[in-house]
T-cell receptor, first 114, second 113 residues
Framework: NAGVTQTPKFQVLKTGQSMTLQCAQD?????MSWYRQDPGMGLRLIHY???????DQGEVPNGYNVSRSTTEDFPLRLLSAAPSQTSVYFC?????????????FGPGTRLTVT | GENVEQHPSTLSVQEGDSAVIKCTYS??????FPWYKQELGKRPQLIID?????GEKKDQRIAVTLNKTAKHFSLHITETQPEDSAVYFC????????????FGAGTILRVKS
């Protein structure tokens, strides 16, 4: 199993550009989520999904969109990049039925917005 | 919503000493408390977790304690080794709401040899 994969690993955007961060998992996990990691602020939840066709907002959803058309994929879209979105983005997945389970993280995407 | 505070932000210990990281949470309904370790440049990985029906859990050199009344939980690492150097994150969630975790800000642990 590849686990949770993310592409790209690094990305530089100009202010106002849009892009999609890709996330895929091959563990048949129902739950998938996106976090951003900034120095001194831990991991903050952007959006999450409990299954195909179902998404919801986390703590910091503004400026980001998600969709979940399949169990395996959960892309994160930046609509109009801003310097405040410079961060490391992690995708994670887990089982979710009936409780809380270990979240498996992807390797991360380091995004810089100039 | 839930708020998780973590202390200290940095911790330096001598190899072989113990390290303790503390977290407090605000929502008394929270009942699942995992700890993740993140080595430099790597992804976070679960090292131990505890649920609210348990007061303490151990796994070799690491242990987690939970005080529901005071709404705080702690990570204890004994006999620290250089490979324990990493950032440690605590988190909290409500099991019935699934895996929606709220993380603390993290603790940078440095083990000096």
């Amino acid at each position: 199993n590849a686990g949770v994969t993310q592409t790209p690993k690094f990305q530089v955007l100009k202010t106002g550009q849009s892009m999609t961060l890709q996330c895929a998992q091959d563990m048949n996990h129902e739950y998938m989520s996106w976090y951003r990691q900034d120095p001194g602020m831990g991991l903050r939840l952007i959006h999450y999904s409990v299954g195909a066709g179902i998404t919801d907002q986390g703590e910091v959803p503004n400026g980001y969109n998600v969709s979940r058309s399949t169990t395996e994929d959960f892309p994160l879209r930046l609509l109009s990049a801003a310097p405040s979105q410079t961060s490391v983005y992690f995708c994670a997945s887990s089982y979710s039925r009936g409780g809380a389970y270990e979240q498996y993280f992807g390797p991360g995407t380091r995004l810089t917005v100039t | 919503g839930e708020n998780v505070e973590q202390h200290p932000s940095t911790l330096s210990v001598q190899e072989g000493d113990s390290a303790v990281i503390k977290c407090t949470y605000s929502d008394s309904a929270s009942n699942y408390f995992p700890w993740y370790k993140q080595e430099l440049g790597k992804r976070p990985q679960l090292i131990i977790d505890i649920r609210s029906n348990v007061g303490e859990k151990k796994d070799q050199r690491i242990a987690v304690t939970l005080n529901k009344t005071a709404k705080h939980f702690s990570l204890h690492i004994t006999e620290t080794q250089p490979e324990d150097s990493a950032v440690y994150f605590c988190a909290a969630s409500i099991v019935e709401y699934g895996n929606k975790l709220v993380f603390g800000a993290g603790t940078i642990l440095r083990v000096k040899s």
